[in-house]
């Protein structure tokens, strides 16, 4: 499995860089970081927690999408409402859980381990991977949940 960077790895506050190549070793990579998410019960691991700096989160959640795993190549969240608090982990952060506040309702654009465009609402009070995705976008943006971000 990957190894985790630990806060304060200067590394997690650097901001990700867009990925272009959609290739295999792409693909190879995301399913590294799904392996890794499953095997520490991770909801969500972005891949710069990894000590790799191309835009890419991965998410599993009960119940969304069948509780399959998740790919958000590139996302961003291009608007938001209303606001929610609840408690977070993170495995960067090991042993301490924060209530964080967040948006309630996010639309995202991504794209998938192919490079194909995809957009999608998820609402904090259907799905908690609303919360979920928002933390693992804080990650790729640079932040963590000590301070994250609640504006587009
Ligand atoms: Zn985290």
Redesign the pocket.
């Known amino acids: 499995m990957l190894k985790i960077l630990h806060f304060p790895d200067p590394f997690l506050l650097i901001p990700t860089v867009t990925v272009a190549q959609f290739d295999q070793g792409l693909v190879a990579y995301i399913n590294e970081m799904i392996v890794t998410m499953d095997l520490c019960k991770a909801l969500?691991l972005?891949a710069n927690?990894c000590g790799d700096p191309r835009r890419v989160c991965v998410s599993r959640y009960r119940g969304y999408r069948n509780g399959l795993s998740c790919i958000w190549v590139n996302p961003r969240i291009v608007s938001r409402a209303d606001k929610v608090s609840g408690p977070e982990g993170?495995?960067?952060?090991p042993g301490m859980d924060l209530t964080v506040e967040r948006s309630a309702t996010i639309t995202v654009q991504y794209q998938d381990e192919r490079g194909g465009p995809h957009q999608e609402t998820l609402r904090a009070r259907e799905t908690f991977m609303a919360i979920i995705l928002q933390?693992?976008i804080d990650?790729l943006d640079g932040r963590?949940?000590i301070d994250p971000s609640t504006a587009t």
């Open positions: 969500g972005a927690q993170c495995l960067s952060f933390h693992e990650h963590v949940f």
